[in-house]
């Protein structure tokens, strides 16, 4: 198989072309993000610094807050700085898709798990 | 963007062969999968530090309790050269997603400013993790765990009550010397009398260090300073096992070595991918220099290592939660 991405007439790279004015809007978004990142993490780091660590249930919400304010800085950097927003909507199915399920169920399972080791090297010191 | 994606094509003419129904090329699908497994790795690992995280009995270092000093600066600050990492990163993803935008506009000078600004913010963060790392394995005074149970009254009137094998730490100054000392170097003293414990260097730079004071809890919450007599108590309590900054076999930060470990294996693994990512993104510097995409007529290949350098942004946004904030 010839390799696509060398082949001058490629249709998908030369097609993915646009003009000034659609770069100078392409620009001003990428600079609009750039801005909800800075300011997501910032707030993380305030967050860090202020609030400290203990088993309350104030505690176990800033933590699930930091996993939030993480998952929409990663949406917008696959979404918006690697375009994957832009794709046809069956391959973000297939980049998206498999990574969820997996990482769900593994994280789910491996922390439950680990809980239960916790709870059994308690009770037979 | 848009292009061919943007196109509304019937799913027959899509999945009837004789062209891709992503609607990309083959180049970029395959970037996108490397990418998909590789953040699979992470996850994976990140998973682990969860698991044994989840599992630990014994207290887990705090990050912003570890993580708190700035380059030539004495004092506390918090998460601060952390985040600065973390936006030096992020800075350097904008600079790619320009290039990115640059080169569909088949703007040659563009793509390089961009892709060059991206290189040196690539530098700039991997300085950042060498200065960490080297930080992280010299550490901050050291710490010794006690031998048999002890109870003392901190500075601030508190009574800890604490059992055989608890860590105690010890001041900057302290551990600079007491390190050497217990690898046996000949010109460092102990000298213990009625004022109290100090080691004694002689030689080319001589000084000494006296024992003022030792911390409880350092890398844990609730932080207390044992002062004087007390502080005497802990240090006749200590047994052989000191520990200093951090190496594969000991920590001063946690009990558990996979703390260290942890920290080495993930931090670094990213690290390589930031910079094999420094190294690819030269190389496509100095191929769009000469001209090769401009003969392409695209710049594809920016975008495509583009997707790299944004994942390995990505890895960071989670290294950062889930190590120190969490």
Same mark, same amino acid.
């Given at each position: 198989?010839?390799?696509?991405?060398?082949?001058?007439?490629?249709?998908?790279?030369?097609?993915?072309?646009?003009?000034?004015?659609?770069?100078?809007?392409?620009?001003?978004?990428?600079?609009?993000?750039?801005? =909800?990142?800075?300011?997501?993490?910032?707030?993380?780091?305030?967050?860090?610094?202020?609030?400290?660590?203990?088993?309350?249930?104030?505690?176990?919400?800033?933590?699930?807050?930091?996993?939030?304010?993480?998952?929409?800085?990663?949406?917008?950097?696959?979404?918006?700085?690697?375009?994957?927003?832009?794709?046809?909507?069956?391959?973000?199915?297939? =980049?998206?898709?498999?990574?969820?399920?997996? =990482?769900?169920?593994?994280?789910?399972?491996? =922390?439950?798990?680990?809980?239960?080791?916790?709870?059994?090297?308690?009770?037979?010191? | 963007?848009?292009?061919?994606?943007?196109?509304?094509?019937?799913?027959?003419?899509? #999945?009837?062969?004789?062209?891709?129904?992503?609607?990309?090329?083959?180049?970029?699908?395959?970037? #996108?999968?490397?990418?998909?497994?590789?953040?699979?790795?992470?996850?994976?690992?990140?998973?682990?530090?969860?698991?044994?995280?989840?599992?630990?009995?014994?207290?887990?270092?705090?990050?912003?309790?570890?993580?708190?000093?700035?380059?030539?600066?004495?004092?506390?600050?918090?998460?601060?050269?952390?985040?600065?990492?973390?936006?030096?990163?992020?800075?350097?993803?904008?600079?790619?997603?320009?290039?990115?935008?640059?080169?569909?506009?088949?703007?040659?000078?563009?793509?390089?400013? &961009?892709?060059?600004?991206?290189?040196?913010?690539?530098?700039?963060?991997?300085?950042?993790?060498?200065?960490? &790392?080297?930080?992280? *394995?010299?550490?901050?005074?050291?710490?010794?765990?006690?031998?048999?149970?002890?109870?003392?009254?901190?500075?601030?009137?508190?009574?800890?009550?604490?059992?055989?094998?608890?860590?105690?730490?010890?001041?900057?100054?302290?551990?600079?010397?007491?390190?050497? &000392?217990?690898?046996?170097?000949?010109?460092?003293?102990?000298?213990?009398?009625?004022?109290?414990?100090?080691?004694?260097?002689?030689?080319?730079?001589?000084?000494?260090?006296?024992?003022?004071?030792?911390?409880?809890?350092?890398?844990?919450?609730?932080?207390?300073?044992?002062?004087?007599?007390?502080?005497?108590?802990?240090?006749?309590?200590?047994?052989?096992?000191?520990?200093?900054?951090?190496?594969?076999?000991?920590?001063?930060?946690? *009990?558990?070595?996979?703390?260290?470990? %942890?920290?080495? %294996?993930?931090?670094?693994?990213?690290?390589?991918?930031?910079?094999?990512?420094?190294?690819?993104?030269?190389?496509?510097?100095?191929?769009?220099?000469?001209?090769? %995409?401009?003969?392409?007529?695209?710049?594809?290949?920016?975008?495509?290592?583009?997707?790299? &350098?944004?994942?390995?942004?990505?890895? #960071?946004?989670?290294?950062?939660? %889930?190590?120190?904030?969490?």
């Amino acid at each position: 198989m010839e390799r696509d991405d060398l082949i001058v007439n490629d249709s998908y790279a030369l097609n993915a072309h646009h003009s000034e004015e659609a770069g100078a809007k392409i620009r001003r978004n990428i600079w609009k993000v750039t801005g =909800i990142l800075t300011i997501l993490t910032t707030v993380e780091v305030l967050m860090g610094i202020y609030f400290k660590r203990s088993e309350t249930f104030t505690w176990s919400m800033i933590k699930w807050t930091f996993i939030v304010l993480t998952l929409v800085k990663a949406a917008y950097i696959v979404l918006v700085f690697m375009h994957l927003g832009d794709e046809r909507s069956n391959l973000k199915k297939v =980049i998206l898709a498999p990574y969820m399920l997996f =990482i769900g169920y593994l994280l789910f399972i491996a =922390i439950t798990e680990g809980f239960g080791h916790f709870g059994l090297s308690n009770s037979f010191h | 963007m848009g292009g061919e994606a943007s196109k509304a094509i019937s799913k027959e003419i899509l #999945w009837g062969g004789g062209q891709s129904p992503f609607s990309v090329s083959y180049g970029k699908m395959m970037m #996108w999968y490397f990418l998909v497994s590789d953040a699979l790795t992470f996850g994976g690992l990140l998973t682990a530090y969860g698991f044994v995280r989840a599992s630990s009995t014994d207290a887990w270092p705090i990050g912003e309790q570890v993580f708190r000093a700035l380059p030539g600066l004495e004092g506390e600050y918090p998460l601060i050269y952390v985040a600065l990492m973390t936006f030096i990163l992020i800075v350097s993803s904008v600079t790619m997603v320009l290039a990115v935008e640059a080169g569909h506009r088949n703007n040659k000078s563009g793509v390089v400013r &961009w892709l060059g600004l991206t290189i040196v913010g690539g530098f700039f963060f991997l300085g950042s993790q060498a200065w960490e &790392w080297s930080h992280f *394995i010299h550490g901050s005074g050291g710490s010794f765990l006690l031998a048999e149970n002890v109870t003392v009254q901190s500075a601030d009137g508190q009574t800890h009550e604490l059992t055989k094998g608890d860590a105690v730490y010890m001041d900057h100054h302290f551990g600079h010397l007491a390190e050497p &000392w217990l690898e046996g170097a000949s010109n460092i003293s102990l000298v213990e009398n009625a004022d109290g414990v100090k080691l004694i260097e002689v030689g080319e730079h001589s000084h000494e260090a006296a024992l003022h004071g030792l911390t409880l809890n350092k890398y844990v919450e609730n932080e207390s300073q044992v002062e004087g007599a007390e502080a005497l108590k802990l240090w006749n309590a200590r047994s052989e096992s000191f520990a200093f900054g951090a190496n594969m076999h000991d920590n001063e930060y946690a *009990i558990q070595q996979a703390y260290a470990n %942890f920290f080495f %294996f993930i931090t670094g693994f990213h690290g390589f991918h930031v910079f094999s990512g420094v190294v690819i993104n030269i190389i496509i510097f100095i191929m769009a220099i000469k001209g090769v %995409f401009e003969r392409r007529k695209h710049y594809e290949m920016v975008e495509k290592v583009g997707l790299y &350098w944004h994942f390995v942004d990505l890895v #960071w946004v989670f290294v950062f939660t %889930f190590f120190y904030l969490v």
